[in-house]
T-cell receptor, first 115, second 116 residues
Framework: GAGVSQSPSNKVTEKGKDVELRCDPISGHTALYWYRQSLGQGLEFLIYFQGNSAPDKSGLPSDRFSAERTGGSVSTLTIQRTQQEDSAVYLC?????????????FGPGTRLLVL | AQSVTQLGSHVSVSEGALVLLRCNYSSSVPPYLFWYVQYPNQGLQLLLKYTSAATLVKGINGFEAEFKKSETSFHLTKPSAHMSDAAEYFCAVSDTNSGGYQKVTFGTGTKLQVIP
């Protein structure tokens, strides 16, 4: 079956431009997570969705970051007025449920480079 | 708050040698623990997880990990390294936050190099 897909796989943008990153989770997975992976820093939690709602936005680093999920499926992470420190790999993961111990399935990530 | 510490950001082993990747956790409640592997330019893939059943957990590709409560450890091992094991490995701890959903905290990762 299809796994989690993300697009674009790579994105190069200029400082100050807006970018949109897309995540298609596994069909039927109600939970969706966004993480940021910076060099040597592990995975940083950004935001979580249960269905279309986002009960926890605590990980978003600034108000330039926003995310939405529609139809309980596709999610978009938007970064406005990008800065060089936003350069990282953005990973999306989905899981069947939100209970402790549930396996997360990751997409291949979007590599963002802000010049 | 829960956390994991992975000792050694880089580990090198010879092909055929034992692989040992260390992970120590901190959790106020019995933890659920994961090991994920990330190959270059790919997302993370589950190797194995501990969910309070058997303390020795077997995963894919010949890896296993042992949960040791007294040492707060969950080290990953493989008896004989293969070239294809070269990747980055992440230890993670799962808990339930105040909102009732799963919150997973990842370690900073260990890059495994396998020398022919």
């Amino acid at each position: 079956g299809a796994g989690v897909s993300q697009s674009p796989s790579n994105k190069v943008t200029e400082k100050g431009k807006d970018v949109e990153l897309r995540c298609d989770p596994i069909s039927g997975h109600t939970a969706l997570y966004w993480y940021r992976q910076s060099l040597g820093q592990g995975l940083e939690f950004l935001i979580y969705f249960q269905g279309n709602s986002a009960p926890d936005k605590s990980g978003l680093p600034s108000d330039r970051f926003s995310a939405e999920r529609t139809g309980g499926s596709v999610s978009t992470l938007t970064i406005q007025r990008t800065q060089q420190e936003d350069s990282a790999v953005y990973l999306c993961a989905s899981s069947r449920a939100t209970i402790k111990g549930e396996t997360q399935y990751f997409g291949p990530g979007t590599r963002l480079l802000v010049l | 708050a829960q956390s994991v510490t992975q000792l050694g950001s880089h580990v090198s082993v010879s092909e055929g040698a034992l692989v040992l990747l260390r992970c120590n956790y901190s959790s106020s409640v019995p933890p659920y623990l994961f090991w994920y592997v990330q190959y270059p330019n790919q997302g993370l893939q589950l190797l194995l997880k501990y969910t309070s059943a058997a303390t020795l957990v077997k995963g894919i590709n010949g890896f296993e990990a042992e949960f040791k409560k007294s040492e707060t450890s969950f080290h990953l091992t493989k008896p004989s390294a293969h070239m294809s094991d070269a990747a980055e490995y992440f230890c993670a701890v799962s808990d339930t936050n105040s909102g009732g959903y799963q919150k997973v905290t990842f370690g900073t990762g260990t890059k495994l190099q396998v020398i022919p």
